[in-house]
């Protein structure tokens, strides 16, 4: 099975992969030659290693202990990390046509059976005259929603029979001029796709279409075997009152408009909207000692990925700062290799951090809750965890408007796909203006 399993290194490839990194901050030995693919063990055991001339690789390899502990293996697709034949299935098997919007059907607020009739609705499994007949089973067909005798499709029953153009009528000012086709499946589909469900307007515009086929199909069996239906009428205030609980325990993300909340105002639809407060948000000084930002950047999620960080003391002045890029990954990757160079370069130049800030909330609880967030950079997270217990820091969260600096740095790395370590001379032109606003102390304003 060619890529399903990833080995971790031993605490020897570790150190190996410390030597990379330090190769890839553009450390040169005295000769100005790289010496590339070396590993710490072939260093720490070789004294006249030419590696050995530089003084910083020198004071690493003085405190490098090489271990014989055996590799581990560890599966990537499983969150313990532990191989099983069900593991290995659910990574291979086919995942089918991935439809993101066909998750709006199944919110938790919504009726299970009306929003899995929808499910079926779209993929025309629904035992009607024209798919009983696709199998070979030829019945007297006769539509039960019509005042005249109809063959009854899904086309007819859902978009053209009496009931259906009643109930269409009545719902659609909530489905902001979508236009209706000749099939029920595209027309269902379109209307699901292209609504936004953090907004109370396509929140109720999918549920609503979602009970009004519900309810076409329930008067329709009622109908034909129980020689009962319901007054349409009554099916739209059944309608509008599952709509009224279900929208009752939820907050919107998103306003409306002032025209489409007079339409749900209309139906008797009174929604929630989260408002957002503004908060006054600005960079703080460390009272004492020096203070490390850091910031990664993904332009993909997976894909070209780098990190940054600088280094600065109470009055707001940059001491170092460094704009690595990575290759490809992802962002918890790239904010983690930032936190561990931030960490590095301030050991190497002697210099004491009392707190590093980051904006990635996920990595900042998983120092707290001391458990990697992912497998991927569980070798990375566990030697910045290493890092911060030997130099006592904590990682504290900050919003982004607070990590303007760190953020430039990183996005000049993956833009610039080179690895640089700026002083305070040096600092690169299209990062100077967050360093100015953060040292004036000027705010910035954030929605929560």
């Known amino acids: 099975m060619q890529g399903l399993v990833q080995a971790m290194q031993t605490q020897a490839h570790t150190q190996a992969a410390l030597q990379a990194q330090l190769e890839a901050q553009a450390y ?31 004071i690493l390899m003085n405190n490098i202990n090489i271990s014989s502990s055996p590799d581990k293996c560890v599966w990537m697709s499983s969150a313990d990390g532990s191989f099983s034949t069900k593991s290995a299935f659910r990574a291979l098997r086919p995942h089918g046509v991935h439809r993101p919007s066909l998750l709006k059907i199944w919110n938790h607020t919504f009726n299970p059976r009306a929003a899995l009739f929808g499910w079926r609705l779209l993929y025309r499994a629904v035992p009607t005259y024209d798919r009983i007949s696709d199998c070979g089973i030829y019945l007297v067909s006769s539509c039960s929603c019509c005042s005249s005798p109809s063959i009854e499709d899904l086309d007819h029953l859902f978009l053209k029979g009496d009931l259906a153009v009643s109930l269409w009528d009545w719902a659609r000012p909530l489905l902001h001029g979508q236009v209706f086709g000749s099939h029920i499946t595209s027309t269902l589909w379109n209307i699901i796709s292209t609504v936004n469900c953090n907004s109370a307007m396509g929140f109720i515009s999918v549920y609503v279409v979602l009970l009004v086929v519900w309810e076409i199909w329930k008067y329709r069996c009622a109908k034909r075997f129980d020689s009962v239906h319901k007054p349409v009428g009554k099916i739209m205030a059944d309608i509008r009152y599952a709509v009224s609980v279900a929208i009752q325990g939820v907050k919107f993300k998103h306003d409306c408009s002032a025209e489409y909340m007079a339409v749900l105002l209309s139906f008797g639809f009174k929604p929630t909207v989260k408002l957002k407060t503004p908060q006054i948000v600005r ?26 960080g600088c280094l600065r003391n109470p009055a707001g002045e940059v001491l170092l700062s460094f704009s690595f890029f990575y290759g490809q990954g992802d962002s918890l990757l790239a904010e983690v290799r930032a936190l561990i160079d931030g960490l590095r370069l301030a050991e190497l130049h002697g210099l004491h951090v009392t707190v590093v800030y980051s904006n990635s909330l996920v990595l900042v609880q998983s120092f707290t809750h001391d458990k990697c967030p992912s497998w991927r950079c569980s070798w990375w997270w566990n030697l910045a965890r290493s890092l911060l217990l030997q130099m006592h820091v904590g990682v504290d969260h900050i919003f982004r408007e607070a990590n303007r600096v760190a953020d430039a740095l990183a996005t000049h790395a993956c833009h610039t796909q080179h690895k640089s370590i700026f002083s305070s001379s040096s600092f690169p032109t299209s990062c100077k203006g967050p360093v100015v606003l953060d040292k004036s102390g000027l705010p910035s304003v954030r929605l929560l």
């Open 28 to 58: 040169e030995v005295s000769s100005g030659q790289k010496y590339h693919f070396t590993s710490v063990q072939e260093v720490a055991a070789n004294m006249n290693h030419p590696l050995r001339n530089h003084a910083a690789i020198e």
């Open 283 to 308: 960079w703080i000084p460390p009272k004492q000692g020096v203070c490390l930002n850091v910031d990664g950047a993904c332009k993909g999620n997976p894909g070209p990925c780098g990190g940054g």
